[in-house]
C-alpha cells in the first residue's frame, strides 16, 4: 500500500523567507500526489495536486511544488512567506480509482513577524 | 456558500454512549467519505462511498457504521463510543473517485470519557 512521510513536525520561518515542505511518498506506480492546508479550527483545503505531465505544479496562495521521481519526493515551495500561510500542511498520495488517500502526519508551519 | 456541512461541531460522549454525525454536500458529487484526524497520525479513512448506494471499509472502519442516506448526506454513526475514538473526525467529497481533490467540512471534535 501506499504511504507518505512527512520528515519535519514543525517548522518556523521568518516572514519573507522562503519555504519548503518535504514530502515523500511510497508507492509503486506513478501516484497521484496532492497538498492540502489546513488552518487552525477548520478543514482541509486544496492547495496544489499532480496527475500526470509537467513536474512543476502551480497551486493557489503562491505555492508550487515538485514531482521527484527518483527522489519519491513532492516538496511543497513558496518564495515569499506570509504571516497568513501559518497552519498545518499536509501531503497525500492516492492511486488512481482506489478510493485509499494516504495522508502524511503533517508539517505545522509558524511564521514569525 | 456551497461545501459540505458537518454537524454538530463539538461533541463529548460517555464510554458506551452512542451518536450520529451528519454530513450533507451541496456540490452534486458523487463521492463521500469519513476521516478521522489524530495527532501525529495525519487523516486516516473510516469508511467512503463512492456513488450513491454503495458504501466501503476504509483503513480504519472499526467501531463505525456509515449510512448514504442520499447523494447529498452520508452520516458515521457510533453505537458503542469508546475513549480511543476521541478525535477529530471529518467529512469530504469529490465529483467523482478522489481525482479532484477533496472538499472537506470543518470537522466534528468529539471527546469520549
Known amino acids: 500500500a501506499q504511504s507518505v512521510t512527512q520528515p519535519d513536525i514543525h517548522i518556523t520561518v521568518s516572514e519573507g523567507a522562503s519555504l519548503e515542505l518535504r514530502c515523500n511518498y511510497s508507492?509503486?506506480?506513478?501516484?497521484?500526489l496532492f497538498w492540502y492546508v489546513q488552518s487552525p479550527g477548520q478543514g482541509l483545503q486544496l492547495l496544489l495536486k499532480?496527475?500526470?505531465?509537467?513536474?512543476l505544479v502551480q497551486g493557489i496562495k503562491g505555492f508550487e511544488a515538485e514531482f521527484k521521481r527518483s527522489q519519491s519526493s513532492f516538496n511543497l515551495r513558496k518564495p515569499s512567506v506570509h504571516w497568513s500561510d501559518a497552519a498545518e500542511y499536509f501531503c497525500?498520495?492516492?492511486?488512481?480509482?482506489?478510493?485509499?488517500?494516504?495522508f502524511g502526519a503533517g508539517t505545522r508551519l509558524t511564521v514569525k513577524p | 456558500n456551497a461545501g459540505v456541512t458537518q454537524t454538530p461541531k463539538f461533541q463529548v460522549l460517555k464510554t458506551g454512549q452512542s451518536m450520529t454525525l451528519q454530513c450533507a454536500q451541496d456540490m452534486n458529487h458523487n463521492s463521500m467519505y469519513w476521516y478521522r484526524q489524530d495527532p501525529g497520525m495525519g487523516l486516516r479513512l473510516i469508511y467512503y462511498?463512492?456513488?450513491?448506494?454503495?458504501?466501503d471499509k476504509g483503513e480504519v472502519p472499526n467501531g463505525y457504521n456509515v449510512s448514504r442516506l442520499n447523494k447529498r448526506e452520508f452520516s458515521l454513526r457510533l453505537e458503542s463510543a469508546a475513549p480511543s475514538q476521541t478525535s477529530v473526525y471529518f467529512c469530504a467529497s469529490t465529483p467523482t473517485d478522489w481525482d479532484y481533490g477533496y472538499t472537506f467540512g470543518s470537522g466534528t471534535r468529539l471527546t469520549v470519557v
Open positions: 462511498s463512492a456513488s450513491e448506494g454503495t458504501t
Open positions: 499532480y496527475f500526470s505531465g509537467d513536474t
Open positions: 508507492y509503486g506506480a506513478t501516484p497521484y
Open positions: 497525500a498520495v492516492g492511486t488512481p480509482g482506489n478510493n485509499d488517500m494516504r
